[in-house]
């Protein structure tokens, strides 16, 4: 069996070959058997999604044809607010007040593309640190093998994806939090550029460094996602008027005259294991055989923009959760309140200095792309897959074995596309970068990838086709 | 080989008793009172911690850079 993707079903339901009402009801029957299994849902809105379904119906029926999205059923990570209900961040410190205005702009775009939402996905607490087994809320596992993490913090947007169980969904990414649990789930996630798309209506992390960013199945998927999500927000000043960019036709163009450049920066290598370098080197092999050439490419200050990703954004965390932690410490996880507290321990100078390396780093790395004709870099999405929740080596869970965070300092667009498989038969993901803006030319190379590839149509043990 | 521990860190071995009180003004400054076994797994990160912004020091930044710009008159 092959994965289900946004633009198979968008096709099977245009030549009537089913409904919104029957895929929705068939991912919502998946669910009553893998949710629990899984930890894929904080909440399911099972009736809301089936009317949506039925509204969908009725409207292709008349001839109304909203895009590809319309009928299709994504799930939305509890940290962005809907109409449905309370945004949990998977955190009993947080006010249930919050997001009671519903849907943000970004919910709001989908919803009138024609998307049907089927309930609020698994986080992290405020999308931030690891599993805790302490606090009340699912914890969500690897389709892949049960015993793994997901990786975090859209877990149940990538666990749910991958199971069959949605079709697409919204993860956000402050320091790789759409494409780490991407590559572990063996699914397609893309941070776009920072500014492209406003993340209004979602409870922040790091206030400079979020991106609201699709997931789904395919590159295509998230191309047809990102059209709709794209755009400037008044209410997200961060937001950048653009021209708007047809992503779906984008990634059709060809490659023709594309450099590609391999990150072989120590602290990259050093942090693969040989496993995931292997793989790598045939996701490489793959790319040559499109025609591209491809050189070395060392990242300026690589290390600066790593750790400056986290230390910054345990800053702007602290900022926006000071009053909470004064006074509910105890109700915040301990992974959390103290990731989030070490934000107390930087001073305003040293975020002052933080910054001012981020902004040299960013213009290092652009004028030396520009200086070697490079048009997008490489490298494993992780140093290795998915971790145990027992017994993990120390650097598996290493912070420096996440290739993610470089990209939220500089706010560069970076996909996660599936690249093979580990010794465990776990997947491994690639990451693929561009300069600021070039969002199309990272998802063309994605999606030719995926023209000649098939590690993302690969369906794991705990999916919808295989369960009774 | 560990469970997941939490929190995202590189910590010490050892926690010195100069960590632990300086974790321990830094948050009662921010008005936040943390049970002990928190301040002492904070203290036991700040000495890597600080060793990470002390990196950022090093880098050659000129008089002109700012860690942000500031528009009084935004053009959106």
């Known amino acids: ?468 | 080989m560990r469970a997941y521990s939490g929190e995202m860190t590189d910590e010490s071995p050892t926690t010195s008793s100069d960590s632990f009180s300086q974790v321990k003004a830094l948050l009662e400054l921010e008005g936040i009172t943390a049970p002990d076994h928190d301040l002492a797994s904070l203290a036991k990160q700040l000495p890597a911690l600080r060793r990470k912004v002390d990196r950022f020091y090093e880098v050659d930044t000129n008089d002109e850079v700012t860690a942000s710009v500031f528009r009084a008159d935004p053009s959106y």
Request: glycine share 10%; aromatic share 6%.
């Open chain 1, 1 to 468: 069996m092959t994965q289900l993707s946004i633009r198979d079903v968008a096709d099977q339901l245009r030549r009537g070959e089913t409904t919104s009402r029957r895929i929705v009801e068939d991912v919502l029957k998946a669910s009553d058997k893998l949710d629990p299994i899984l930890g894929t849902y904080i909440k399911r809105f099972d009736i809301s999604a089936l009317e949506a379904a039925d509204k969908a119906d009725q409207e292709l029926r008349a001839g109304i044809d909203r895009g590809p999205l319309h009928g299709i059923p994504l799930g939305v990570k509890d940290i962005i607010s809907t109409d449905e209900g309370p945004t949990s961040a998977q955190s009993v410190a947080q006010d249930p007040a919050w997001g009671e205005s519903g849907d943000g702009p970004l919910i709001s775009r989908l919803r009138d593309a024609g998307a049907v939402f089927t309930g609020k996905t698994t986080t992290m607490e405020y999308a931030i640190g690891f599993p805790d087994f302490d606090k009340p809320f699912p914890i969500p596992r690897n389709p892949w093998n049960t015993d793994r993490w997901t990786g975090g913090s859209s877990s149940g947007t990538a666990n749910g994806i991958s199971s069959g169980q949605i079709l697409g969904g919204l993860g956000t990414d402050t320091g790789g939090s759409v494409r780490l649990p991407a590559a572990y789930c063996g699914i397609t996630g893309f941070k776009q550029t920072f500014g492209l798309v406003p993340k209004s209506g979602c409870v922040p992390l790091g206030l400079s460094y979020d991106h609201i960013g699709p997931m789904a199945t395919s590159v295509w998927d998230c191309a047809a996602m990102l059209n709709v999500m794209a755009g400037y927000h008044s209410s997200d000043r961060t937001t950048v008027p653009r021209p708007s960019v047809d992503f779906v036709e984008a990634v059709e163009h060809d490659l023709e005259g594309l450099r590609i450049g391999v990150i072989e920066n120590e602290s990259v290598l050093e942090a693969s294991s040989e496993q995931m370098l292997a793989v790598l080197d045939d996701a490489i092999t793959a790319l040559k055989s499109l025609g591209m050439e491809v050189v070395s490419f060392r990242v300026p200050l690589y290390d600066e923009l790593h750790d400056g990703a986290f230390l910054a954004l345990q800053a702007e965390a602290f900022s926006w959760h000071r009053k909470q932690l004064q006074q509910r410490w105890l109700d915040y996880g301990r992974p959390t309140r103290l990731t989030i507290a070490k934000g107390a321990l930087i001073s305003a100078g040293d975020l002052v200095q933080i910054e001012r390396v981020r902004e040299i780093a960013r213009g290092r790395l652009l004028e030396q792309l520009q200086k070697e004709r490079v048009d997008v870099l490489v490298s494993p999405t992780t140093g290795y897959a998915a971790t145990p929740f027992v017994g993990a080596n120390r650097e598996a869970t290493s912070l420096s074995a996440m290739h993610t965070p470089p990209w939220n300092s500089t706010g560069f667009p970076a996909l996660s596309v599936p690249m093979g498989f580990d010794q465990d038969g776990l997947p491994c993901g690639m990451q693929i970068v561009g300069k600021p803006f070039a969002d199309d030319v990272v998802l063309r190379l994605g999606h030719h990838y995926q023209q000649i590839t098939e590690w993302h149509t690969r369906t794991p043990p705990a999916h919808l086709t295989s369960i009774d």
